[in-house]
């Protein structure tokens, strides 16, 4: 019985050496490295990315709501030649106001909730490949609304690739011009504040 013992232990440990004995060469020849090849061959351009490299920006003036277009607004892509991917992402800025005394453009994403006096107003919208769909939602009557809370928006949306580090939610935390600044937007024109209705904060 101890000879067997004794045999079922030099098994064990002729097993113990082999496996370590293996584990080592493996690690040794993991660790060998030849010289550098040569470099490939240079890739195919690609095509020139639209305004902004990895972003592009848009923008209507005078945009109504209305009862006659139920509150709504399509902003069709078509209008600026972009042609978007299926993985792209769009996000929605509305021109609030323009401070008086520095000239600065105030720019607010959508959606946007406003508890005015009348009750719930949100100004929000919904995308597809080609357009976004602006809409107004509120718990009352929006016939009752004034021309500051539904004319002459000017509004930008901002077209982002898929890809974009975080996706939507990431992008709409970050306020317009820092979006811009990522994304490498080009600065559009300004117009002037007289343009701009009073809007509910």
Do not use: H
């Amino acid at each position: 019985m101890f000879g067997i013992l004794k045999q079922n232990q030099m098994d064990t440990i002729m097993k113990y050496l082999t496996t370590i004995g293996c584990l080592v060469s493996f690690l040794t020849f993991m660790a060998c490295e030849g010289p550098t090849g040569p470099a490939g061959p240079p890739g195919l351009d690609g095509v020139d990315g639209a305004r902004g490299g990895t972003g592009f920006v848009m923008e209507w003036e005078d945009v109504d709501f209305t009862a006659g277009n139920d509150y709504t607004a399509l902003l069709d892509f078509s209008d600026f030649a972009f042609q978007g991917d299926t993985s792209d992402i769009s996000l929605v800025y509305f021109l609030w106001e323009v401070d008086t005394e520095t000239g600065l453009e105030v720019w607010r994403p959508l959606p946007q909730t406003l508890i005015i006096p009348e009750g719930l107003l949100q100004y929000n919208y919904d995308f597809t490949l080609a357009d976004v769909k602006l809409f107004m939602d509120a718990d009352f009557d929006l016939n009752i609304l004034g021309a500051n809370d539904t004319d002459d928006w000017i509004v930008r949306v901002v077209v982002l690739p898929g890809t974009f580090v975080g996706g939507r939610k990431a992008a709409s935390e970050l306020s317009y011009e820092e979006l811009a600044e990522r994304l490498g937007l080009p600065e559009l024109k300004r117009r002037s504040t007289d343009q701009i209705l009073p809007r509910r904060d």
